[in-house]
């Protein structure tokens, strides 16, 4: 691409964020993103890098993570990326304290990494069950441990909990996928009632079929167009930046009574 394609893109993308809310409590604010490479993930660490947060993300995306805090070093503060397996537990602890000392305490928590593989009910093992809870479900209350001391000192703080609708479809071949989202809910609502004395909320932001590059790749059918069309009230795409900018608006003060809840963005499909 070309000097002059890069910058049109880059004019287009600040247009994109200038066209919509800014929130003045995210500036400087440490957020720290889960699965922040790629997709769903990769719109919230450019839209609070565009709200002039101190974004920290995880990945196991080594060269897209690295990539992506390349492209937003001009950015008021640029991003830190740090390649972990969330699946770790231990090095998952480890990154957080390296944030911490490198930016502060965080005090807004996306869990957003997540792996929706298909598989039927036949092909699960102990194994693979082990591995598909892991991915989807134990690293966020792990992080949100991790960071709760932290933001009950400060007497504030925003965890937001990635769930999805896909158990309140009923959609099948992915049975530990969806018992894990549907857990995500109940993690959200448990932690919401230790933390909310002291000022910290937790959400769970469920999304709808949201079109990332990989879902158009890997999952996207006509089938599936169909579905949506007939599933969702608005007739558009939902796209990851739909998602990013109800992030924003939990993890700012402006959401600061709203706690426990489950706020779905998804075109009106469940």
Known sequence: M???????????????HESYARYPSLADRVVLVTGGATGIGASFVEHFAAQG???????????????????????????????????DIPALRAAIADVKAALGPVQALVNNAANDKRHTLAEVTPESFDAGVAVNLRHQ?????AVAEDMKAARAGSIINLGSISWMLKQSEMPVYTMSKS???GLTRGLARDLGPYGVRVNTLVPGWVMTEKQRRLWLTDEGREAIKRGQ???????????????LFLAADDSHMITSQDIVVDGGWA
């Open 2 to 16: 070309s000097s002059n394609a890069n910058s049109s893109a880059d004019a287009l993308t600040r247009h994109a």
């Open 53 to 87: 947060a101190r974004v920290a993300f995880f990945d196991i995306d080594a060269s897209a993570g690295q990539a992506l805090a390349d492209e937003l070093s001009d950015s008021r503060h640029k991003p830190l990326f740090a390649d972990v397996d969330l699946t």
């Open 183 to 185: 857990a995500v809910q």
């Open 141 to 145: 209350l792990f992080a949100a441990q």
């Open 233 to 247: 009230c608005i007739e558009a795409e939902l796209l990851p930046a739909d998602l990013a900018r109800m992030a």
